[in-house]
């Protein structure tokens, strides 16, 4: 029996990264492909999701979940590789340490990756050129933040010497801002950042949820 389901539209980078998290931990999670967005306004999801977004996670035992980085620690702490993946409880500092890329990946990379997709890719909302190279000088600044991090690449992980939710949660955005901003001028400001994200895309664990991590050379423009 799947251990829950998690309600999102395809291709969500904040789904991708709990399900490789659901895939270390060994544990079964849904996500159904007939799922609509305007499901998140029903009365029966807002009762269970009162914020009415996606990802949105339903446990098979009831518990509910929202938020795309709870969802993934949720399944991180849910399995034999919970102290892998978060640290061991007495490792107070390790554990602030995951937390502290975990709060970055919210924080410092969604929101860079977002507008520009947001505003060129969907074209929801009107093109503003401030928000936007705000965006682009925001993350090549996280992105030489995680190259130094990584010793301009010598370094496989950003917490100790394997794979944790730090890893996971900053792959997502960069994995998926690969595809369309983080370009070709943006990845050579970076060189480790970006032979680290390589390393990971290559690990089994990723590319079995991600595939290939698509590069675009030219980061896309104003509409
Ligand atoms: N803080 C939430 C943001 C989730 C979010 O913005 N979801 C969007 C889709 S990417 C959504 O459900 N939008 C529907 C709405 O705003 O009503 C998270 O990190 O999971």
């Known amino acids: 029996m799947a251990f829950g389901k998690i309600y999102s539209y395809p291709g969500n980078f904040r789904v991708q990264r709990a399900q490789v998290v659901a895939a270390i931990n060994g544990l079964e999670v849904e996500v159904p492909a007939d799922f609509q967005m305007e499901q998140t ?13 996606i ?44 937390t502290e890329w975990i709060c970055f990946a919210e924080t410092e990379l ?31 600044r996280a992105l030489k933040r995680i190259d130094k991090a990584v010793d301009g690449g010598s370094k496989k992980f950003l917490v100790g010497d394997e794979l944790t939710m730090a890893d996971i949660m900053v792959a997502g955005p960069l994995f998926f801002g690969q595809g369309f901003l983080i370009d070709s001028k943006m990845r050579e400001a970076a060189p480790g950042a970006i032979k680290y994200l390589d390393n990971l895309a290559a690990m089994p664990e990723f590319k079995s949820v991600f595939g290939e991590v698509k590069k675009c050379d030219t980061r896309v423009a104003a509409p």
Not at 41 to 53: A, N, V, Y
Not at 60 to 76: Q, S
Not at 123 to 136: G, H, R
């Open 41 to 53: 306004k029903t009365p029966d999801f807002l009762s269970k999701f009162p914020m009415g977004k």
């Open 55 to 98: 990802p949105a996670f339903e446990g098979a035992d009831g518990f509910c979940i929202a938020e795309g980085a709870a969802i993934a620690m949720y399944l991180a702490g849910s399995g034999p590789k919970a102290q892998q993946l978060l640290g061991a409880p007495t490792d107070i500092q390790k554990r602030a340490r995951i």
């Open 110 to 140: 969604n929101p860079q990756v977002l507008p520009a997709f947001v505003m060129c890719v969907l074209k929801y909302m009107p093109f503003n050129e401030q928000t936007y190279n705000n965006a682009n000088n925001n993350l090549e």
